[in-house]
T-cell receptor, first 111, second 115 residues
Framework: GENVEQHPSTLSVQEGDSAVIKCTYS??????FPWYKQELGKRPQLIID?????GEKKDQRIAVTLNKTAKHFSLHITETQPEDSAVYFC??????????FGTGTRLQVTL | NAGVMQNPRHLVRRRGQEARLRCSPM?????VYWYRQLPEEGLKFMVY????????ESGMPKERFSAEFPKEGPSILRIQQVVRGDSAAYFC?????????????FGPGTRLLVL
């Protein structure tokens, strides 16, 4: 089955700096890669996703890149703000319809 | 345009009791997925259902856990004879169609505490 690894597990940046979270996946048939943000005690919320026929996607301060050859995908947050502090999960969907999640990155944006 | 609904939001059970968790998908969505999140961990897939059918239950423990999505009403995740290790947040998600590229939208979760 699919296996998703995520790094780093914790990330602390100063307000205004950029944050990058990286994931790798194992199933070469995977073709959909969403990113979720989860605040304490809340539901995972989809913030951006990318499909396999696209190499990069951007939505305001958030961008995701995908390298299918290397089976890597990354989340980039620019001009970070305190409200970006949360746990971020990458995920992949392979041959089945179930999401396989990474282990999460706890992002702390300090003033 | 209500999102995915789950109830109860919090559930406390004593060891040996039954826990019943409900999930109503978004309007127009006929595919439901259940995930479990242990404290300080990521989400793990449990089961994928369509109306009246279990499509993939590869993540469900073999005993005590069952799920259904009847023709009418919400999807239900049932845990019999709960143990302390069942304490977790249980999230359901829904999507409008099948397929590996369909976005899944999550409900607020049910936080189960087993005493």
């Amino acid at each position: 089955g699919e296996n998703v690894e995520q790094h780093p597990s914790t990330l602390s940046v100063q307000e205004g700096d950029s944050a990058v979270i990286k994931c790798t996946y194992s199933d070469s048939a995977s073709n959909y890669f969403p990113w979720y943000k989860q605040e304490l005690g809340k539901r995972p919320q989809l913030i951006i996703d990318i499909r396999s026929n696209v190499g990069e996607k951007k939505d305001q301060r958030i961008a995701v890149t995908l390298n299918k050859t290397a089976k890597h995908f990354s989340l980039h947050i620019t001009e970070t703000q305190p409200e970006d502090s949360a746990v971020y999960f990458c995920a992949a969907i392979g041959t089945a319809s179930k999401l396989t999640f990474g282990t999460g990155t706890r992002l702390q944006v300090t003033l | 345009n209500a999102g995915v609904m789950q109830n109860p939001r919090h559930l406390v059970r004593r060891r040996g009791q039954e826990a019943r968790l409900r999930c109503s998908p978004m309007k127009g969505h006929s595919h439901v997925y259940w995930y479990r999140q242990l404290p300080e961990e990521g989400l793990k897939f449990m089961v994928y259902l369509q109306k009246e059918n279990i499509i993939d239950e590869s993540g469900m423990p073999k005993e005590r856990f069952s799920a259904e999505f009847p023709k009418e009403g919400p999807s239900i995740l049932r845990i019999q004879q709960v143990v302390r290790g069942d304490s977790a947040a249980y999230f359901c998600a829904s999507s409008p169609q099948a397929g590996a590229e369909e976005t899944q939208y999550f409900g607020p979760g049910t936080r189960l505490l087993v005493l």
